[in-house]
RNA sequence: GUUCCCGUAGCUCAGUCGGACAGAGCGACCGCCUCCUAAGCGGUAGGCCGGGCGUUCGAGUCGCCCCGGGAACGCCA
């Protein structure tokens, strides 16, 4: 923020040093009673031939104090800085009230577009609880570059290409029946899919017959595609629904077969760079030197594999889009997969080679291991989904038996729930699904925000709150410091989050908001006789419930004013 | 076997490009609604930060080795 650059060009003065390099130096102290920026010493050690303590001393004595910092103490090898409480908190405030909706945003992406491949579901697969992390994360990031600037472009990279499908449509046309399939959608489709793969056991002329199927889709035989485009349409149909409830869209639809006519010009790029090498049957591009193993991108049949369709779905994106970054909001399990082609990519001499971000994620799994359709524990999401605001429409009847609309304010805070946990930890973390840890909505989960965010609102309704003019020096007690300290700390959050594809950081920070506003809020009475005080408060109020709508909102959670 | 990721309180995790006594939630136990939404707030208990060596004024954080868990490793996506 402003004071910390205030703070670092100080120092600058008084060391000689860079104010872009003290600027990292500062941190923030454990406690808010050791101040509010601490400067430490141990590394002018050195050059000053002091001890840090020493060094200390001086500074915080001979320091040209900026507007708005109150005093610098020596404590140790740190001198710490404390903000005036009343010009922190008009600071920030008047941020708020002025940037609106757009607080915690910049132009910082402006005029680049980042390209956001998430989500990404595979025709006649069901949309299990698998695909969460994936559309959530990437919904999130999505929000979080167009706030900072950025034309986020979100593509869902559909799984409509492979012999599978030729092998959907062997099984339709010997087992299936167009109206329990138009009734039972995806259901019926896995099926299929299953029963195929029974029966193709025994008998091996069945894949055979899938084979020849693939290849008529190919060849644009006029009856396979038309059933191919219906199960495609079918499974579109039930996965909008859940885009739908999540409240999420996509710019693109472009999957894999999309990109069945581009890819031609991968193999004769590669060919022309002398990159392709024969081996076994296959063209390859050799990455020992690398160490990693070779990319495959000609199978030794003519085909191609999935690095050569992500290397032409790359091309054309950036022929398309002229991203300025390319995400992939894919799990961990296809690390190497990424480094191989994103290498391949590079190895092509294109510069923005470097732009392709492969964001992974941990897996999910269930309480007895990993999910499978043939295993038959797969959870749909949409279970989990209708489950959690079930679960929410009881707890409100319970608790809110008043509410109007409750069945809309039940679906915001189930979906809500489900959401944040996708977005509560580093996306790293493999996760176990788990029905009670999902149903439970007590402490740091997303109807704890929610919750906030309505009493918030609830305040304000009862005090018939207007915007007034405010003696910010009231807003000086440790409770109410604390909530304009987290909401001055939203900004930064957003901006490293996006750095770091990290949505969670803003989880984080909404969570410190609500926390800090929560104690405020038992501490000290926000409808205080006093009007001069009352106003403050209310206005402090007011600045909590919209932050925490703008994070809500950033991480594709809805902020129902009551609950 | 090789490569990558992870290993912090009973459980799930956070820990600011190394820095001030290691934090939070859940669970457990104990408190707080004649007062603004108790889906809240407070307190107690609980940790040789997997182990070792090293770098450093300083290591949960960096390097190396080991142990434990996960993933990937040529014609699937």
């Known amino acids: 923020m402003d004071f910390k650059q205030a703070i670092a060009s100080s120092l600058a003065e008084s060391t000689a040093l860079d104010a872009k390099e003290l600027i990292t130096w500062l941190e923030t102290p454990p406690s808010p009673e050791m101040g509010d920026y601490a400067f430490p010493c141990f590394k002018l050690a050195k050059t000053l031939r002091k001890a840090p303590p020493v060094i200390a001393q001086e500074l915080s004595r001979s320091l040209a104090l900026p507007e708005g910092v109150q005093r610098a103490e020596a404590a140790g090898g740190y001198v710490n800085f404390f903000l005036d409480k009343t010009a922190q908190a008009k600071a920030v405030l008047e941020r708020v009230f ?99 793969h029974r029966e193709a056991e025994s008998d091996p002329s069945l894949d055979d017959a899938a084979r020849a199927w693939f290849k008529r889709i190919e060849d644009g035989d006029p009856e396979a595609l038309s059933l191919f485009e219906w199960f495609k349409a079918l499974t579109l149909k039930e996965v909008e629904q859940v885009y739908e409830i999540l409240g999420i869209r996509f710019d693109s639809y472009a999957g894999e077969s999309f990109y069945n006519d581009k890819m031609g010009r991968v193999v004769d790029e590669l060919r022309g760079k002398g990159l392709l090498k024969l081996d076994q049957g296959a063209q390859i591009v050799d990455l020992s030197e690398y160490k990693m193993p070779p990319c495959i991108i000609l199978r030794s049949d003519g085909a191609t594999l999935y690095a050569t369709r992500d290397i032409a779905a790359a ?116 996760v176990v699904f788990d029905w009670d840890a999902v149903l439970n909505f007590d402490g740091e989960t997303g109807p704890y925000a929610q919750y906030t965010h309505a009493r918030a609102c609830s305040v304000l309704r009862k005090a018939n709150y207007a915007p007034a003019p405010v003696d910010y020096s009231v807003l000086t007690d440790t409770e109410a410091a604390a909530v304009v300290a987290a909401i001055g700390a939203f900004p930064d959050a957003v901006v490293e989050a996006m750095e770091k594809n990290e949505p969670y950081l803003v989880t984080r920070a909404v969570i410190g908001i609500c926390a800090a506003f929560n104690k405020f809020y038992y501490e000290q009475r926000i409808m205080a006789d006093d009007e001069i005080v009352r106003q403050a408060r209310l206005t402090l109020t007011d600045a909590t419930r919209k932050v925490i709508a703008i994070g809500l909102n950033l991480l594709g959670i809805a902020a129902p004013e009551r609950m």
């Open 315 to 430: 091309l054309y994106r950036k022929d398309t889009y002229d991203f300025a970054k390319c995400l992939y909001v894919v799990a961990y399990q296809q690390d190497l997969h990424f480094r191989q082609w994103f290498k391949v990519v590079e190895l092509m001499g294109y510069s923005w080679a470097k732009d392709l971000v492969h964001v992974s994620f941990g897996m999910v799994s269930g309480t007895e291991g990993a999910f499978s359709t043939r295993k038959g524990n797969m959870v749909k999401l949409r279970d989990v989904l209708s489950a959690a605001c079930e679960k929410t429409y009881e707890i409100i009847c319970e608790k809110s038996p008043d509410l109007e609309e409750k069945k809309t304010v039940a679906r915001q805070v189930g979906v809500g729930a489900l959401v944040w946990n996708s977005l509560y930890n580093g996306r790293i973390k493999d």
């Open 98 to 196: 002025t940037q609106g909706e757009r607080y915690g945003g910049s132009d910082l992406g402006k005029g680049r577009n980042v390209c956001i491949d998430y989500s990404s579901v595979n025709i006649a697969k069901p949309f299990h609880i698998g695909h969460l992390p994936t559309t959530v994360i990437g919904n999130a990031l999505y929000r979080i570059y167009n706030h900072l600037g950025f034309h986020s472009v979100g593509i869902n990279h559909l799984g409509d290409w492979g012999t599978q499908f030729g092998k959907m449509i062997v099984a339709y046309k010997l087992w299936g029946d167009h109206e329990t399939i138009e009734q039972g959608g995806v259901d019926e489709l896995v099926k299929l899919y299953v029963r195929f």
